[in-house]
């Protein structure tokens, strides 16, 4: 157990519609990254907040949101979904500044149908 | 942006052998340099790093060795388990130190 938590772990939905998916970092942690994991395309980093700022983005579609609140939790929105969009996603934490170690949560998996 | 490749995509060995795989990257300002095993349906997690002011570390059976000038790092899994298949990954961090940059990953059988 990584001490990072992720829920819900499984999320079934339609086309179209839109979802949230939450994560909670280790204890003293202030990094918080999420990751879209999907046969095809690999671990892929979609975007990294550090103490409810956002610090980087990678490939993540402008249909996706994320932030980071005050409790430094952290919730990905995802909208619009398409078929495409089914996947796992992940969440990592770390200590962030110099400290680059990260840990991830169990992930949720999500299924558009 | 930064490019990861590893190698290979697939490793079979017999239990008992040593396994290595190699991890190229493009951003000669990466500085941090972790290995992450995935096993089915579970999360990645992080079984060793090194920094690039260290050429080399050692944990028990798994060991990582850095060549910066090259661009490239290698994990080294000695005495092989069934316990070690599993997915691997390389993530060399980016430039800015923001984000981990995932290779695709290389697949690990040990057969007993």
């Known amino acids: 157990d990584s001490g990072v938590t992720q829920t819900p772990k499984h999320l079934i939905t339609a086309t179209g519609q839109r979802v949230t998916l939450r994560c909670s970092p280790r204890?003293?942690?202030?990094?918080v990254y999420w990751y879209q994991q999907s046969l095809d395309q690999g671990l892929q980093f979609l975007i990294h907040?550090?103490?409810?700022?956002?610090?980087a983005k990678g490939n993540i579609l402008e249909r996706f949101s994320a932030q980071q609140f005050p409790d430094l939790h952290s919730e990905l929105n995802l909208s619009s979904l398409e078929l495409g969009d089914s996947a796992l996603y992940f969440c990592?934490?770390?200590?962030?500044?110099?400290?680059?170690?990260?840990?991830f949560g169990p992930g949720t998996r999500l299924t558009v149908t | 942006g930064e490019n990861v490749e590893q190698h290979p995509s697939t490793l079979s060995v017999q239990e008992g052998d040593s396994a290595v795989i190699k991890c190229t990257y493009s951003?000669?300002?990466?500085?941090?340099f972790p290995w992450y095993k995935q096993e089915l349906g579970k999360r990645p997690q992080l079984i060793i790093d090194i920094r690039s002011n260290v050429g080399e570390k050692k944990d028990q059976r798994i060991a990582v060795t850095l060549n910066k000038t090259a661009k490239h790092f290698s994990l080294h899994i000695t005495e092989t388990q069934p316990e070690d298949s599993a997915v691997y990954f390389c993530a060399p961090n980016n430039q800015a130190g923001t984000a981990l940059i995932f290779g695709k990953g290389t697949t690990l059988s040990v057969s007993s």
């Open positions: 951003d000669s300002a990466s500085n941090y």
């Open positions: 907040y550090y103490n409810g700022e956002e610090r």
């Open positions: 204890s003293g942690d202030l990094s």
């Open positions: 990592a934490s770390s200590v962030g500044r110099t400290r680059y170690e990260q840990y």
